[in-house]
């Protein structure tokens, strides 16, 4: 069976579009979930659900330990389930922001720009969601503790990231950053984690590698902008 | 964490005992008795042993203490929109606000009618085909509908497929539920989609399904429909 988590599926960039996997088939069984906390930033509602579509026949125990599960803690938080017709139905405002105009685009475009400037930072530009997935070249960056890495970051510059493993990645090569803060601010954390990066090089000892690795860097950059597009 | 724990088994001794003693038996024991007992330390359940949850990790309570301290930090590690400003829709507070009075009773254990009615609707905008108000439940978020339907399905030793990189919890879910999960590469090189190759290398005889994020927490990649298909052949031909 397909677990589909679907819960950013309107935050989405540039025009793209969203296909459910479960629209695409009839004879596998899905479970689609969604909720209000990001398409209608209300995360605090707690109002999320899910669906059971696709070929059941084969599942009626499992969607009955479903059942069970729902029974046995009652019922949902009622308010926040009072927000769902009204979500789903009414104007979405969601549109407004991920517009090329809308701040989530605008502060989407400009976490991408920032990071990508900083050598040895590459970064697949998200195309939908709240997050960019930046890698640290390890010839440049060479982490062997991401956990410590971030805490270094906080401790230094007082920015809060979660580092790649946090997200089972297998390697300590990455690190999330969320780009929900308005440019001002944007601005601010990300020149504070250029500066970070900066003196890790120094420290490091890799400066030198960067102006010899940067061309390679870009082309690698450039390959992955073609991938994208 | 240690005091915390004892503290809370002799709360409970302590409220066993004041039951005892409101039947005006023990009142005199119970007093001296609980002075004297050593405490066992108290661990948690075996079955969190490896379940992880680093979004709200080790480094976020440092986080906190250097605001405790009068820092400002610039917290980027959670997708809570409502800090930065971003207010929830007028229309759907004035809802809620219109409709409290009818709110203080359960409700079905799915969830309210007319809510999953336009879920419903919302699932023939998305070309879902056949769902009805019954293949629908509401929870307390996606968060405790992930935990459920884990919970629901593995036994130990079963294996999902599960994205790497993850949102963590499904992972963690996986794990509690008894199961394992089997990461399967999203190929940053291709803009993060997933591997088809190798979520073929990760099936076994115990795989039960497979996880997908999409749009995707935390790479913000979005499938397009070839990469959903060859997902859907990969589960039609393994038969789950
Ligand atoms: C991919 C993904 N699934 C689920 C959730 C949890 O959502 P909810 O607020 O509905 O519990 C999140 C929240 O960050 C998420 O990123």
Redesign the pocket.
């Known amino acids: 069976m397909i677990f589909a988590?679907e819960?950013?599926d309107k935050v989405l960039y540039d025009g793209n579009t969203h296909t459910s996997v479960a629209s695409l088939a009839d004879d596998v069984l899905f479970v689609t979930?969604n909720?209000?906390?990001?398409n209608y930033r209300t995360?605090g509602y707690?109002?999320?659900w899910l669906v059971i579509s696709g070929e059941k026949r084969h599942a009626k125990d499992y969607i009955e330990g479903l059942n069970m599960l729902a029974s046995m803690r009652l019922c949902a938080n009622v308010p926040g389930q009072l927000a769902i017709q009204t979500a789903l139905g009414g104007y979405q405002s969601i549109d407004d922001l991920v517009a090329p105009t809308g701040r989530l685009c605008k502060q989407r475009d400009l976490a991408y720009k920032m990071l990508s400037e900083i050598p040895g930072v590459s970064c697949v530009k998200p195309k939908a969601g709240l997050y960019l997935f930046p890698r640290l070249d390890p010839k440049i960056y060479p982490i062997e503790d991401d956990q410590q890495f971030i805490l270094d970051l906080l401790l230094e510059e007082r920015v809060l990231l979660v580092q790649g493993t946090g997200f089972n990645w297998h390697a300590p090569d990455h690190f999330r950053v969320v780009f929900l803060p308005n440019v001002d601010d944007l601005t601010e954390a990300m020149t504070r984690i250029a500066r970070f990066l900066e003196n890790y090089r120094k420290q490091h000892s890799t400066i030198s590698l960067v102006s010899n690795t940067s061309s390679k860097e870009l082309a690698h950059k450039d390959k992955k902008q073609n991938v994208q597009a | 964490m240690l005091e915390k724990s004892v503290d809370y088994h002799g709360f409970q001794m302590l409220a066993r005992f004041n039951c005892m003693a409101t039947q005006g038996k023990i009142a005199h024991f119970a007093n001296t008795f609980i002075l004297r007992v050593t405490m066992q330390p108290l661990s948690k359940s075996s079955k969190l042993n490896n379940v992880c949850y680093d979004i709200r990790g080790p480094v976020l309570a440092r986080a906190k203490e250097m605001e405790e301290e009068g820092q400002r930090i610039i917290k980027l590690n959670?997708?809570n929109p409502a800090p930065f400003g971003f207010e929830a829709p007028e229309e759907i507070l004035q809802d809620v606000i219109r409709n409290m009075d009818g709110a203080s009773g359960y409700t079905d254990s799915k969830g309210l009618f007319a809510a999953r009615k336009a879920i419903m609707h919302y699932t023939q905008q998305k070309n879902i085909r056949g769902v009805g108000i019954d293949d629908i439940i509401i929870g307390?978020?996606?968060?405790?509908l992930?935990v459920m339907s884990m919970q629901a399905l593995l036994n130990n030793g079963d294996q999902v497929l599960v994205p790497m990189p993850d949102?963590p919890?499904w992972t963690a879910a996986v794990t509690l539920a008894g199961g394992t999960a089997r990461h399967y590469l999203c190929d940053e090189q291709s803009g993060w989609m997933p591997d088809l190759k190798d979520i073929e290398n990760k099936i076994t005889a115990n795989t039960r399904g497979i996880v997908l994020?999409n749009p995707n927490?935390p790479t913000g990649a979005l499938y397009p429909p070839e990469i959903l298909q060859g997902i859907i052949e990969i589960a039609r031909h393994h038969g789950w």
Request: glycine content about 16%; proline content about 0%; aromatic content about 12%.
């Open positions: 988590d819960i950013y979930f909720g209000l906390s990001k995360c707690r109002a999320g | 959670i997708g307390n978020g996606v968060s405790e992930i949102y919890l994020i927490n």
